[in-house]
């Protein structure tokens, strides 16, 4: 997040009504993702990462973990704010904290592949965000 738009969140109030506000439509895509994710909705990318993910053997034909994945087209707006929302560690603890009260169970939410959102039900470790990765980039 640049310094002017950080300053506008964090100077004074409620950082995530000022999240809100100055990133109205990242807002309405988390909002969207986090819903979709309890919800268990796939989306065409989400399955070919799963099918992708599963045929390199997992024993009891389901991903290690919960996680959904959507690929954004990285000249949109929405995806750079994504990212800039997602790459600061401020904001991206309190869109989960948000998130997670708002669906009832943790969410953490990422940026993957060149331009993917991922949220999982976990903390991601390097052993199990590199299979997501190495798939992600074959379906690019």
């Known amino acids: 997040m640049d310094c002017k738009t ?3 969140v964090y100077e004074t109030g409620n950082p995530l009504e000022k999240i809100r506000e100055i990133f109205p439509e990242a807002w309405q895509f988390l909002t969207h993702q986090s819903l979709a994710f309890v ?25 290690p973990f919960g996680f959904r994945i ?4 990285d000249t949109e707006q929405l995806t750079k704010d994504i990212s800039e929302l997602l790459g600061d560690i401020t904001s991206r603890l309190l ?8 669906v009832g169970r ?6 993957i592949c060149c331009s993917s ?6 903390q991601l470790t390097l052993d199990k965000v590199l299979p997501i990765q190495r798939a992600a980039v074959k379906l690019q």
């Open 106 to 111: 943790p969410l953490y939410f990422s940026t």
């Open 39 to 63: 919800a268990g909705k796939d989306d065409e990318f989400d399955a070919e990462i799963k099918k992708s993910i599963l045929s390199e053997g997992c024993a009891n034909g389901k991903t």
């Open 70 to 73: 959507t690929h954004r087209d």
């Open 95 to 102: 869109l989960e904290q948000h998130f997670s009260q708002v």
């Open 6 to 8: 950080a300053t506008l």
């Open 117 to 122: 959102h991922l949220t999982a039900d976990r």
